[in-house]
């Protein structure tokens, strides 16, 4: 245990500075894995997902390491959320029982996650203020709820993942520059931007069957 621990202490060692704050040599591979991954979920390349897993894993200990509870437990079920939309990629089936290919959903389908997701936003963000010493539990709940919601959209290959993903990441810059994780905050910036890209692109790949 001790070994591990001295481990994980490497790892969260600074890297190098920027503006002032610490990158650390877990976020530094997190960020490079993060983009790999965005590119794969881009062309519908299953490989996104494994490297999902790995960033996950990176991303908890940095998360915990700055307090950021409901990140951090957000990594935990992207983890598993991964192994689940690895599967839906390769073997998932659609309504038509072919195949999973990309899709969208329904005015009806759009209008449950939004509430749901709403819904889900202050209760996380209540249970993370009663239960953590998070100095911003309704900020960090909020991305929280809607990556879960992008990850299972994503898992099922439906387009709004991508609508979703750029609201995610623009309220989580804002998160991590407050905390001072500013290579993090380029990298949500990037992946911002990165989604609209991905959402166009796959527009363009409805109905296609992929991976």
């Not at 409901?70 to 990629?89: K, M, P, Y």
């Not at 994503?154 to 001072?180: C, D, I, Q, T």
Request: aromatic residues 12%; charged residues 10%.
């Amino acid at each position: 245990m001790d070994a591990l621990h001295d481990l994980v202490g490497l790892w969260l060692q600074p890297a190098f500075s920027l503006w002032g704050s610490p990158i650390t040599w877990t976020e530094l591979l997190a960020c490079a894995l993060s983009l790999w991954m965005v590119g794969c979920n881009m062309r519908v390349h299953p490989l996104g997902w494994p490297l999902a897993t790995v960033s996950s894993l990176l991303y908890a200990a940095l998360f915990l390491h700055y307090r950021l509870y409901g990140e951090a437990s957000l990594q935990l079920v992207f983890v598993a959320l991964a192994g689940w939309g690895w599967w839906e990629w390769l073997h998932g089936r659609g309504g038509d029982g072919q195949r999973l290919t990309v899709h969208r959903l329904d005015g009806r389908a759009r209008m449950r996650v939004a509430v749901m997701c709403l819904a889900a936003w202050p209760l996380l963000g209540l249970l993370l203020h009663r239960m953590t010493d998070s100095d911003v539990p309704f900020l960090d709940a909020l991305p929280t709820v809607g990556s879960v919601a992008g990850q299972i959209l994503l898992g099922r290959k439906l387009v709004e993942n991508w609508p979703v993903w750029v609201a995610v990441n623009l309220v989580s810059v804002g998160l991590f520059a407050y905390k001072g994780l500013w290579l993090t905050v380029l990298l949500y910036g990037l992946f911002a931007l990165l989604a609209v890209w991905g959402w166009r692109r796959w527009q363009a790949l409805e109905g296609q069957v992929h991976g």
